[in-house]
């Protein structure tokens, strides 16, 4: 059922007499006084049906200044919608159409209860339903009894932006998904019990799951590129090397530290050696052999970034000593002996070059003799050789001075699960930051969208699933976006409207209405007047006012919709530079016979950076008139040899 119209008594902060047009579909017309209640329908003669795609049932912007209410009002409408946090006592009435019918609810007569609503209408049936409000069962929520929840109707909303307000929810409210950045940083850290350190790290890793199940879909199965945005088809793993201070090794238990050492220097010699090959690959232009070697010199950044991991996260849980490791002085010598192959006394320069099998094997001793490892029933050594199989069969790798592995989205999720069974041997948050995952070749502007797809798609997919009864799916979602285009290049906002209905249009069996808060004239540009509610703020109350010009946003110039939708009455261009107008005005006031030439040089120098071409000559011709005679005819002078020189080049 589209949502129509919105009225309000007092509602949230700052919202009196409330009244809202959220579809042009219809016009209406409500008053209220207490004493009686008239509301007349018509239809509107201009309405366009299917103006946004046959999926959309209608799309309404929302736009004003800074503090204009715009997100209090989308918060208003979910309380109504969803009953999340549902105002009690609260006269409102809220109006729907199902195709044939106007259904109006409304809560008048909890409180007026011989108030009646006069309706006018021509050619539309409509269909009045009081609301009865109870206090729900669960402390602290509140849910209307009947009228309010329009049949078969979801929730998602959307919002980029960490605002960390009204977190985490009390309870999770009945037909409505939050896909906000701020709600999902909460609910990621709970859906895994982390503590609070670990929120940001987990956030970025379910914000790649939800975009790899997105993409894995089957509704997006076949769709190579939504427009521009051409969906991801590798994933970039990295192995993050762990900083293990100079503190940490002075901690290091003398066989331990020993050890350290050891690995860390045969470490840079095995390099070398990869190094070497690479070099020498490239010299003979051999392909195959320089893709081995890089895979080969990735897995060695990989184990010692493992190995560094392991020291550092070990020194965060237990005393370094060398009896915490299980290591003595004979393990040392057995370990330089026939796993290096070293005497005990050694120089770093003097250390043979170890081949990169001799290194891992090197690795594996070390890792083997690890009760903590063993007493957690993780196989180190048996995961890393899983690893390092799935480098050799499936990774691409083009980077030299890191363990960075290019995979298809399976296999890299399969990686990382490897990765992550070794760190959960550390119960600290240092644990989580052994790997970390992205998308290859996306562009900022991309990864937003990407992203903004996923989570919608997260959000549906919450509301429907496997276990979901066919008579149950919704067959109208309510898709409340507020800011979406935040942080994004002008360029894709230009693109936003045309991509994010394209990309509604997969979801089948499923409209959408979409309620849209912004602050993008370009955006504007492509919704008609008629599908935007106008915000401003007067005397601390926010109200809804009506388009004061006959301006029509649609496909209409950006300077002219910075001016008249967002109301800058102060002009379009920056404070910093109306400031440095204002002083070179007060200067061109105060030239005079006796301003010097070097001081009007100076002063049409800046008057020079101004890009508005009326307004800078304006200024320098006010320049001239006013300065000496000498100095004006001079300026002129200059002024013609210029524009010879110009034609003389266009010649």
Same mark, same amino acid.
């Given at each position: ?48 049906? #299917? ?58 007569? #909890? +409180?007026?209860?011989?108030?009646? $609503? ?23 929520? !509140? ?67 939800? !975009? ?41 238990? /003398? ?23 690479? +070099? ?68 770093? *320069?003097?250390?043979? +070059? ?12 070390? /890792? ?7 007493? =957690? ?5 048996? #995961?890393? %050789? !899983? ?14 001075? =890191? ?22 041997? /550390?119960? $600290? ?10 998308? +290859?070749?996306? =562009? ?67 409209? /959408? ?8 004239? $370009? ?19 926010? %109200? ?6 006959? !301006? ?31 002083? $070179? ?38 320049? @001239? ?6 100095? =004006? @005819?001079?300026?002129? *002078? ?14």
């Amino acid at each position: 059922m589209e949502l129509l119209y919105y009225w309000s008594e007092e509602d949230y902060p700052n919202f009196k007499n409330l009244k809202v047009h959220l579809s042009n579909r219809f016009l209406f017309d409500f008053s209220f006084d207490r004493q009686k209640a008239e509301l007349k329908i018509n239809k509107n003669p201009k309405f366009t049906p #299917n103006f946004f795609g046959k999926h959309i049932t209608n799309l309404t912007a929302i736009v004003g200044k800074n503090g204009a209410g715009k997100t209090n009002l989308l918060y208003s409408l979910i309380s109504k919608l969803t009953g999340y946090d549902y105002p009690i006592g609260i006269n409102y009435l809220i109006a729907f159409w199902d195709g044939s019918i106007i259904s109006i609810s409304h809560t008048l007569n #909890n +409180r007026y209860k011989d108030l009646s $609503i006069n309706v006018s209408t021509k050619d539309v049936q409509v269909q009045i339903t009081p609301i009865v409000e109870e206090v729900g069962d669960i402390i602290g929520t !509140q849910f209307p009894v009947n009228g309010i929840r329009a049949a078969k109707t979801e929730v998602i909303y959307f919002n980029p932006i960490y605002d960390f307000r009204d977190y985490p929810y009390r309870i999770e409210p009945r037909n409505f998904t939050d896909v906000s950045s701020t709600y999902l940083l909460w609910k990621d850290k709970e859906i895994v019990n982390a503590e609070e350190d670990d929120m940001a790290a987990i956030h970025r890793y379910k914000e790649i799951e939800r !975009q790899f199940q997105m993409t894995q879909s089957q509704f997006l199965k076949n769709v190579v590129e939504i427009d521009d945005i051409s969906l991801p088809d590798k994933i970039l793993v990295k192995i993050l090397p762990t900083n293990v201070t100079p503190s940490i090794v002075r901690n290091l238990g /003398f066989e331990l530290g020993d050890i350290y050492k050891l690995i860390s220097d045969y470490g840079s010699k095995t390099l070398q050696v990869c190094n070497d090959l690479i +070099r020498k690959n490239r010299a003979e232009k051999n392909k195959k052999g320089l893709e081995k070697t890089l895979k080969e010199k990735a897995k060695i950044w990989l184990l010692i970034n493992f190995f560094n991991h392991f020291i550092y996260c070990f020194s965060r849980e237990y005393d370094l000593h060398d009896n915490s490791l299980k290591i003595s002085k004979k393990d040392i010598e057995f370990f330089k002996k026939n796993t290096l192959n070293i005497s005990t006394d050694h120089k770093k *320069e003097d250390l043979p +070059r170890m081949e990169i099998n001799e290194f891992h094997k090197a690795i594996s001793q070390f /890792f083997k003799k690890q009760a903590h490892i063993r007493t =957690s029933n993780l196989d180190i050594n048996a #995961n890393i %050789s !899983q690893l390092f199989q799935l480098i050799d069969e499936y990774a691409f790798v083009d980077e030299e001075n =890191s363990a960075e592995f290019n995979f298809d989205f399976n296999v890299g999720f399969k990686f990382l699960g490897i990765c992550d069974r070794y760190a959960k041997v /550390f119960n $600290i948050k240092d644990a989580s930051s052994i790997s970390r995952i992205t998308w +290859r070749n996306l =562009s900022s502007g991309e990864m937003g969208f990407l992203n903004l797809f996923a989570r919608i798609f997260h959000g549906y997919k919450q509301l429907v699933n496997e276990d979901t009864e066919a008579d149950k799916y919704p067959n109208l979602i309510y898709l409340i976006i507020d800011e979406g285009e935040h942080s994004f290049h002008p360029r894709w906002q230009k693109s936003f409207i045309k991509i994010i209905t394209k990309y509604l249009s997969y979801f089948k069996g499923v409209q /959408f209405q979409i309620f849209l808060a912004s602050h993008s004239p $370009i955006i504007l540009s492509d919704i008609p007047s008629s599908n935007v509610v106008y915000l401003q703020k007067s005397n601390g109350q926010s %109200s809804v006012v009506d388009n004061t010009t006959e !301006q029509e946003s649609f496909a209409s110039n950006i300077h002219v919709l910075f001016k008249n939708t967002f109301f800058m009455d102060e002009g379009v261009i920056g404070d910093f530079a109306q400031k440095k107008i204002d002083e $070179i005005y007060e200067k061109v006031d105060l030239v005079n016979s006796n301003t010097s030439y070097e001081d009007v040089q100076l002063l049409l120098n800046e008057i020079d950076i101004i890009g508005e071409p009326i307004l800078k000559n304006t200024f320098k011709e006010k320049v @001239i008139s006013n300065a000496d005679n000498a100095i =004006s @005819i001079a300026l002129l *002078e200059q002024e013609l040899e210029r524009l010879k020189k110009k034609r003389g080049d266009n010649e």
